[in-house]
């Protein structure tokens, strides 16, 4: 198959409408959208990212005028978050309505549901007029999508188009808190921190990473975020392996970055977290064997990006 880079959003939309596959930007990461009601264009979703059969997919509105189609009820909880923070990096679990194909929710019976602040992601909803499931644009396992480059290197060949226009301003996932249970909780940490989230829903939980297990987030059952090369997390940045074939990423300059391999130092943790995929993947590209990053404190949207370093560095699916 051949892969369409397309910046017309309609004939984005057609795709979607036939039952395609095409990848699209939004705020957070790259989706990688399918009709969230036709079970055979999730099936080649699935297929297509190599995406284990138990991890629920998030379904994509493009305004809460679709909520009854996708959900059975909304908490008035799940209202009021939405009411503060959507269209935004945030995604809520409510109960799933039965037009949702069970493909798509692993078979659960409640649903993620976003509603993405990017203004091409939500003309191309509106024009698909569909729920549209979308997991991140990346094989699984790997660092998700946020350039057009790292979607083609990872789907190029697998999905109909890519739609092209505007950037992963964020660059990590959403923030996802399931609303299905009392108290709600952070199922996922995101660039919609707790303490924002706390704001509106005073008792929202965060099950610390202990505490969680893959029987309440079904996204732990699986590796992620994972470039080919050994990722190593420091705290400072003298704890670094000065050699060609070593990358360091962090806010921490390091005086003798030109015997290493790649060198990012970031101005901002806000920076960090946008560039943080991108750049474990272009260290595989460049044949990189470890790559170091400074660790952050989990402030902000901190909490989401030492998440995922941590993920990134874990061997516990190795
Ligand atoms: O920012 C994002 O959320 C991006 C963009 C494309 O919207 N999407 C994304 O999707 O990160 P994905 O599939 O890579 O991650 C979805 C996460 C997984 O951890 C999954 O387990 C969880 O959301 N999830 C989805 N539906 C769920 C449900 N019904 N119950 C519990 N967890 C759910
Ligand atoms: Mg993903």
Not at 176 to 188: A, F, G, K, Q, T
Not at 196 to 212: F, G, K, M, Y
Request: proline share 6%; charged share 20%; hydrophobic share 40%.
């Amino acid at each position: 198959m051949q892969t369409q880079l397309l910046t017309d959003h309609r004939q984005a939309a057609e795709i979607i409408r036939h039952g395609g596959l095409v990848a699209f930007p939004t705020e957070t990461v790259f989706g990688l959208g399918a009709d969230a009601t036709n079970s055979e264009a999730v099936a080649k979703l699935f297929l297509a990212k190599g995406r284990p059969g138990d991890n629920p997919l998030i379904v994509h509105l493009h305004d809460r005028s679709q909520l009854p189609a996708v959900a059975r009820e909304v908490p008035s909880i799940a209202l009021r978050l939405l009411d503060a923070f959507a269209p935004g990096p945030l995604t809520i679990v409510v109960p799933k309505h039965k037009s949702i194909v069970r493909s798509v929710t692993a078979g659960l019976d409640t649903v993620g549901v976003r509603i993405p602040d990017h203004e091409l992601a939500r003309a191309f909803l509106k024009a698909a007029d569909l729920p549209i499931a979308a997991p991140s644009a990346n094989r699984s396992g790997k660092p998700s999508g946020t350039t057009v480059e790292a979607v083609l290197e990872d789907l190029g060949g697998w999905i109909d188009a890519i739609l092209i226009g505007g950037t992963s301003r964020i660059g990590l996932e959403s923030t996802v808190v399931d609303c299905s249970c009392l108290p709600p909780r952070v199922l996922r940490p995101g660039a919609v921190t707790l303490e924002q989230l706390r704001s509106i829903v005073p008792d929202v939980e965060i099950l610390n990473s202990a505490a969680t297990t893959a029987d309440n987030s079904p996204g732990l059952r699986h590796a992620h975020y994972r470039p080919a090369a050994e990722v190593r997390l420091v705290e400072r940045a003298s704890q670094v392996g000065l050699d060609s074939l070593s990358a360091y990423m962090g806010i921490e300059p390091i005086a003798a970055h030109r015997s290493l391999g790649l060198y990012r130092c970031f101005d901002s943790v806000d920076k960090y977290a946008s560039e943080l995929y991108e750049t474990l993947r272009h260290a595989d590209r460049l044949g990189i064997k470890t790559i170091y990053c400074q660790t952050v404190p989990a402030v902000g949207v901190g909490q989401a990006l030492a998440d995922r370093l941590r993920r990134a560095a874990s061997t516990d699916f190795a």
